[in-house]
């Protein structure tokens, strides 16, 4: 018993030590995606995913594989990609609240406004 | 044995924060712990001796996506504005869904990660190196997916200007 707890505070930290950190994230992401009603909480919780999703390419690369880069420009690629759906998730956030004054899901029932007279 | 308790702490933050964030009641507050989540995310990063990628996480998802988050919540709450709570059915539901996920995968690393592999050490990329990869066009090397990228990019900077401009 007292062996187990000191193994556990030497030797190398496990794979599934990084993988049980990164699920939870995940996971957490998934509830506030399915719960919360708020675009942008919405987006906080994609953010979430794709940072868990960032964690395990990191850990696969240098525990497995660690004289190539692959999972390195994963993660890296993976970050850029996310920046720029935030930007553009935030630019359709900001009209949304322009056209309809709130940024719940429940009022988003039609996609086009009207058509103004011309 | 510093590397093993730096770990936990990392990993309680990340843990604890990330149900923080989705769970709370004020959209600024999850902003806050989301910021924390990511650069505790950071902190495993430079764990793993990936200091690159640590500082290219607390550059762009700590430094810049969190401005836009903070941003935007400004720009569409009142402050002190609470979300509406959401309905008791709702969020049973989504726990439930992501509790038997949770369970679902935890199982399936568990039984399948075979415990062969060692942490061997490994010198840190320099950024040289870094550079030359990502600007090669031989195996392994990543010129193209770069220049995708760029592109990408630049069709957000567009598609976003465009959806947000204000209509004449």
């Not at chain 1, 018993?1 to 030497?10: L, P």
Request: charged share 15%; hydrophobic share 55%.
């Amino acid at each position: 018993m007292f062996d187990s707890f000191t193994n556990f505070f030497s030797g190398i930290i496990p794979l599934e030590a990084y993988m049980v950190v990164s699920l939870i994230m995940f996971f957490s992401g998934v509830y506030g995606f399915l719960s919360r009603k708020s675009l942008l909480m919405i987006l906080i919780s994609i953010e979430l995913i794709l940072n868990s999703i960032d964690i395990n390419f990191a850990v696969f690369n240098r525990y497995l594989y660690p004289e190539n880069m692959e999972g390195f420009f994963f993660a890296l690629f993976t970050i850029a990609i996310s920046a720029c759906e935030t930007a553009v998730a935030i630019a359709i956030v900001i009209n949304i609240y322009r056209n309809l004054g709130n940024v719940e899901v429940d009022s988003l029932n039609e996609l086009k406004e009207d058509a103004p007279e011309n | 044995m510093a590397q093993q308790i730096i770990f936990y702490i990392l990993a309680v933050i990340i843990s604890v924060f990330s149900i923080m964030a989705v769970s709370s009641g004020r959209l600024i507050r999850s902003a806050t712990y989301l910021l924390f989540v990511l650069l505790a995310t950071a902190g495993l990063y430079l764990l793993l001796g990936y200091t690159y990628l640590f500082a290219v996480q607390t550059a762009v998802y700590a430094g810049g996506i969190m401005v836009l988050f903070i941003f935007a919540i400004l720009l569409t709450q009142k402050p002190g504005d609470r979300i509406t709570p959401e309905s008791i059915r709702q969020r049973g539901l989504a726990i439930v869904l992501s509790v038997v996920g949770a369970l679902f995968s935890g199982v399936i690393i568990f039984s399948n990660i075979k415990k062969v592999y060692t942490l061997v050490d490994q010198p840190e990329f320099d950024t040289k190196h870094i550079g030359l990869t990502l600007m090669g066009t031989g195996k392994f090397q990543y010129l193209l997916a770069f220049e995708v990228i760029s592109i990408l990019l630049l069709a957000g900077i567009v598609g976003a200007i465009m959806i947000a401009r204000k209509r004449s």
